[in-house]
Every structure is written in structure tokens, then in C-alpha cells.
């Protein structure tokens, strides 16, 4: 028996809607749990992750790709892999910071000491969308696109944008404290 099915415009652009309403409700999602859990970084995590997906909009309309369903999952896989290099970077800054270490000494190290980590993670990513990009077809070849641009543009924000508001933050507002504990005693922060 052989059966043939069709899906029709409105079909379609319905599965797109559907795709973009859970790639927005995963990054409010993911924006409120980074600024529940790192308060005023978490709102510079969720500006360079905002950044980061009109960066990957601009070039995707640069390079004239169409965003297919498969697509807006390489934008929510892109969601997720900016977020940690931001968390990465944040627990090491905090490491460093709770060490005794001077503002600009604990960035400059959690910087650094994260940039090992995230380079490798995106590295990774790259290699496995370029594999998907150079061996698939279709909705794969779709979804190694966005993603290909998504470890570009994250590696850029999470790295370069991020440590700029940072560091725009401690000139302008100067703080006395980086807003990590200094202590800790046991297992309460102080």
C-alpha cells in the first residue's frame, strides 16, 4: 500500500508559529532562571542573549537562509549553549572573587580560567554542525545552519559583549562589591 501525504501552506506556517513560540517562551524561560539565580549579571546574560539572536537573524537573513522549523531548534540549542558559557564564566568570576581576589583581578581570571571551557564546548558544537552541514539534507542541513551561526554569534556575546558590559558596569557604577558572597561558613553564604 502506498500512502502519500501533503501539507499545505497554512499547515505549515502554522508548525512555524508553533516553533517560534516555544523558541521565545524557552528564552524568557531561560532569561528568568539567569537573573533569579545571578540577579544583575543574569540581566547582562539575557542582554548578550538577546544580542545573540539578532545576530543570528542578521546573518541568516545576510546569507538569504530560510528559518525552517528544524532552524528555530538550532536557535533554541543556540539559547541554551550562550547561556552556560555565561554561567561558566559567572562561577569562575565568583570563584575567583570569594579567593580575595580585586574586581577587575576575579574577571579578568574567571575570564580566563572559563575561556578553556568555552571554547572547547562551542568548538565542539561547530565541528558537529559543520559534520550535520556537510553530510545531511533537508531539515538537517536547516538545522545545522542556524546552529553553525547560533556557536558564532554565542561565542562572540558570551565572551567579547558580556565581559564589555561588565566591565562598562564597574566603570560607571562603581561598585564596592561584586555582587557574589565574600565568605562562606559552611554551607550558608555570607
Not at 33 to 46: D, K, N, R
Not at 52 to 76: K, Y
Not at 170 to 186: I, M, N, S, T
Request: aromatic share 8%; charged share 15%.
Amino acid at each position: 500500500m502506498i500512502e502519500e501525504r501533503t501539507v499545505g501552506p497554512t499547515l505549515g506556517a502554522d508548525s512555524i508559529a508553533s516553533g517560534r513560540d516555544a523558541a521565545l517562551i524557552g528564552m524568557a524561560a531561560v532569561s528568568v532562571l539567569v537573573i533569579v539565580s545571578y540577579a544583575l549579571w543574569g540581566v547582562f546574560a539575557t542582554i548578550a542573549l538577546a544580542v545573540n539572536m539578532v545576530f543570528i537573524f542578521a546573518m541568516l537573513s545576510i546569507f538569504g537562509a530560510t528559518l525552517t522549523l528544524p532552524g528555530i531548534a538550532g536557535i533554541v540549542l543556540t539559547i541554551g549553549m550562550a547561556v552556560d558559557a555565561n554561567v561558566l564564566i559567572f562561577e569562575r568570576i565568583r570563584e575567583e572573587w570569594m579567593a580575595g581576589r580585586t574586581q577587575i583581578a576575579a574577571i579578568d581570571a574567571g575570564f580566563a580560567r572559563a575561556m578553556s571551557a568555552v571554547v572547547d564546548t562551542n568548538l565542539t558544537a561547530l565541528i558537529s554542525a559543520l559534520a550535520l552541514m556537510s553530510f545531511g539534507v533537508g531539515p538537517v542541513r536547516g538545522f545545522a545552519v542556524t546552529l553553525t551561526f547560533g556557536v558564532i554569534t554565542s561565542l562572540f556575546t558570551a565572551v567579547m559583549l558580556t565581559r564589555l558590559i561588565i566591565m562598562a558596569w564597574l566603570h560607571y557604577c562603581k561598585p564596592k562589591e561584586l555582587p557574589f558572597p565574600r565568605k562562606v561558613q559552611g554551607d550558608i553564604h555570607v
